[in-house]
């Protein structure tokens, strides 16, 4: 299972960035996965920012995204999307994308959950 980030870029606060995180593989059956994206800023600790089981769409947030960004997917390109509106300076960070064989609400939040990793796309956004 290989999964590639896309979409980080350049934004000023209040703009809008969508990534996207594209799997692929042929070991990779998407309605066994949970998809979720991670952050990690300078200095800090690799955070959880949303994640989606593929099978039925259910998703999660953390609280510092929730309202602003949404995670999709899209059954037909293997991706799955995180729309980020009303960005801030604090949202500025490497963000990456992981692929989880199990979805427990009380622990998908937790990087060592998952197995698969994206490379990263960063995001800065300037105040």
């Known amino acids: 299972v290989q999964l590639q980030a896309s979409g980080g870029g350049l934004v000023q606060a209040g703009g809008s960035l969508r990534l996207s995180c594209e799997a692929f593989g042929r070991a990779f059956n998407r309605y066994r996965y949970a998809v979720g994206w991670f952050r990690q800023a300078p200095g800090r600790e690799r955070e959880f920012v949303a994640v989606?089981?593929?099978?039925?769409?259910?998703?999660n947030y953390a609280d510092s995204v929730k309202g602003r960004f949404t995670i999709s997917r899209d059954n037909a390109a293997l991706t799955v999307l995180l729309q980020m509106n009303n960005l801030t300076h604090g949202d500025t960070a490497v963000y990456y994308c992981?692929?989880?064989?199990?979805?427990?609400?009380?622990?998908?939040?937790?990087?060592?959950?998952?197995?698969?990793w994206g490379q990263g796309t960063q995001v800065t956004v300037s105040s």
């Open positions: 992981a692929a989880a064989t199990t979805f427990i609400l009380g622990s998908i939040r937790r990087p060592s959950e998952y197995q698969y």
């Open positions: 989606i089981k593929w099978s039925d769409g259910t998703t």
